[in-house]
């Protein structure tokens, strides 16, 4: 018995001596490889057998794969870990202690979208965890000075991820997990603290593996509470998710969408997500102090494909100009200073259907807003944007495209019926009290530019509006015929217009009125001049014609020009300009054609 009890220990001091004094590197590398499918590299190498197992490891390098941007999808400068030597019997292995320096990891996206990070299926035991049973348990671990690239070749995104300290800790292998990450996201200072289920809880593949996490970045923060039954890919998710950004523009910015809006935002849901879907089912919440309610969906693009973003979102009263408010308090963004630009790829799309009860867009007040919106590569559709205002409806629908140098090329369609002449110009803040009316009709628009401002230089298309019910005060009924009688009695009270319509030409920024005609009891009125939009000038001929013999009546024409804010009316005097002496109808759309000859005026 002594002798082979002395054999034994013999042999064990022989095997201790020897695994102590062989090169392991060589061996650990190969076995790495064989388990990753990658070419595996290290420095150097130093493994002490005790209790517990002490590691050394300086200048590991895992090769990427062959379609890779870089040679390298891993590096790691130092990493030292203390091992339970137990554990290296079977099973999940157990780092009692670990930490690491100068790690460097590059995540790509490639051909058909497949991850460099799926690799060999190879043996490796709980060394190289294949899925969330074979992960380790990690009692203390602190890794230094890292950083994470995520690149999508296809798309052209890429996510930086500074790893400025991680720590992961446990009382043991049983109890909840503890997780922190300083760092920044794509340059921006970001923390994480996040509480856990426990390792043991996992292995298991049977259950949920819980989650609760706080990630703070530009002022805000996000939470997450729930649990996924793929830790390691983050899928099979399922839980309640809300976020608080006082600066959604900077949180953006951040993920890379560059946004210059200064607006905050309060949302609340039930966060899911399967293997390339992402749902925000039930959210609630204020986007610049504006209520909502609604759905969010994000479905992972595969080959060729985007991502793909769904908003489905109804507000209680929505506050446009809080929402386009830029940062610093500064004012909303002027309407000529609203960008044009279609640009030509996009990483994701987006389609959004939202809806107001009220809502409120350069200081107009509107009701029941209802709006279909795409942001596509190379395509920016409005495909509906309604809403009530000043007892009637107004209708858009709009379509962008790429021009180049930052430029867009834009098509629309406006629609009004039934608007409230008073009431709209009311909304305007424009002091319109002597003609009244229920307007109708539609504006065909065509523009290309960098904003607003510079299209409309090159603004192109066509206008008809017609005015029903409408009545005009006899007191501007007289000074627009030069009524002399207008001089001695009282001129109060209002006169019908029996018809009204109105034909315009733009080109090049000026509207061609061609023209404006108005029928009333007394009198028939004619309009015609030019609207230049991008010099914001106006330069008008009124003339009117007695209906029937009317010696009082001189009937001589008015000329109203001048600035926008500075209008200036008076009599003409000298030769009267040529005018066109027809509609012209044949140079309009069909429907704005059709609007035309349904009016009195016409017929």
């Not at 009692?139 to 991680?166: H, K, M, Q, T």
């Not at 008073?422 to 319109?432: D, F, K, M, R, Y």
């Not at 000298?574 to 609007?595: C, H, V, Y």
Request: hydrophobic share 45%; proline share 5%.
């Amino acid at each position: 018995m002594a002798v082979a009890t002395g054999l034994v220990v013999a042999m064990a001091a022989a095997l201790a001596i020897v695994l102590a004094t062989v090169d392991l590197r060589p061996i650990v590398e190969r076995w790495a490889g064989e388990a990753t499918g990658r070419r595996v590299a290290i420095e150097a190498l130093d493994i002490r057998w005790g209790l517990p197992v002490a590691l050394e490891l300086r200048g590991l390098r895992v090769g990427n794969a062959p379609w890779g941007g870089e040679p390298e999808m891993v590096s790691l400068e130092r990493l030292s870990a203390e091992i339970d030597p137990w554990s290296l019997l079977g099973g999940a292995l157990e780092y009692r202690r670990m930490r690491g320096s100068g790690l460097k990891v590059v995540l790509e996206r490639g051909p058909g979208r497949i991850g460099n990070w799926k690799m060999g299926d190879g043996g490796g035991g709980g060394l190289i965890p294949k899925n969330r049973s074979q992960f380790p348990t990690l009692i203390d671990f602190v890794l230094a000075e890292g950083l994470v690239i995520y690149r999508d070749a296809e798309s052209g995104v890429e996510i930086r991820i500074g790893l400025d300290r991680v720590a992961v800790g446990a009382e043991d292998a049983a109890s909840p997990a503890r997780l922190a990450w300083q760092g920044s996201y794509n340059g921006t200072p970001a923390t994480l603290e996040a509480r856990t289920g426990s390792f043991t809880t996992m292995r298991r593949t049977d259950m949920p593996f819980g989650i609760e996490m706080t990630m703070t970045a530009t002022g805000g923060d996000l939470h997450f509470k729930g649990g996924t039954m793929r830790p390691l890919d983050f899928e099979g998710v399922d839980g309640e998710a809300r976020a608080s950004l006082p600066d959604i523009g900077r949180f953006l910015t951040a993920l890379g969408a560059a946004v210059d809006l200064g607006a905050p935002i309060e949302i609340a849901g039930r966060l899911r997500r399967g293997t390339l879907d992402w749902q925000l089912d039930d959210a609630t919440g204020q986007l610049a102090g504006s209520p909502f309610r609604g759905d969010i969906a994000l479905k992972e693009g595969t080959h060729d494909v985007p991502d793909a973003v769904e908003i489905a979102g109804e507000f209680e009263r929505l506050d446009l100009d809080e929402v386009l408010r830029r940062r610093d308090d500064a004012a909303p963004a002027p309407f000529g200073d609203l960008s044009l630009d279609v640009p030509a790829a996009r990483s994701t799309h987006l389609a959004a259907r939202l809806g107001a009860a009220a809502a409120r867009f350069q200081g107009i007040e509107v009701a029941d807003l209802r709006a279909e919106l795409r942001l596509l590569s190379g395509e920016i559709g409005i495909d509906r944007l309604g809403f009530d205002v000043a007892q009637g409806k107004v209708g858009l629908q709009a379509s962008g495209r790429p021009a180049g140098d930052g430029a867009g090329r834009w098509t629309g369609l406006a629609t009004v019926d039934g608007v409230r002449v008073g009431e709209l110009a009311q909304h305007l803040g424009v002091a319109v009290d002597e003609i009244a009316g229920a307007l109708s009709g539609e504006i065909h628009l065509e523009a290309a530019g960098r904003v607003v401002r510079d299209a409309l230089a090159g603004l192109g298309g066509h206008a008809v509006l017609v005015l029903r019910e409408g009545r005009i005060a006899r007191s501007l009924a007289e000074r627009v015929s030069t009524d002399i009688r207008a001089l001695f009695r009282d001129r109060s009270g209002w006169t019908p217009i029996e018809c009204f319509v109105g034909l315009a030409e733009i080109e090049n920024g000026t509207g061609r009125i061609r023209p404006v005609r108005a029928v009333t009891p007394d009198m028939a009125l004619r309009m015609t001049g030019n609207i230049a939009f991008d010099r914001r000038r106006l330069d008008l001929l009124i003339e009117t014609d007695s209906r029937g013999m009317d010696l009082l009546r001189l009937n001589m024409p008015i000329r109203v020009r001048g600035s926008f804010d500075d209008i200036g009316i008076a009599p003409l005097v000298g030769p009267t300009p040529t005018t066109p002496a027809n509609w012209a109808l044949d140079r309009f759309p069909p429907s704005a054609q059709a609007i035309a000859r349904g009016n009195a005026c016409l017929r």
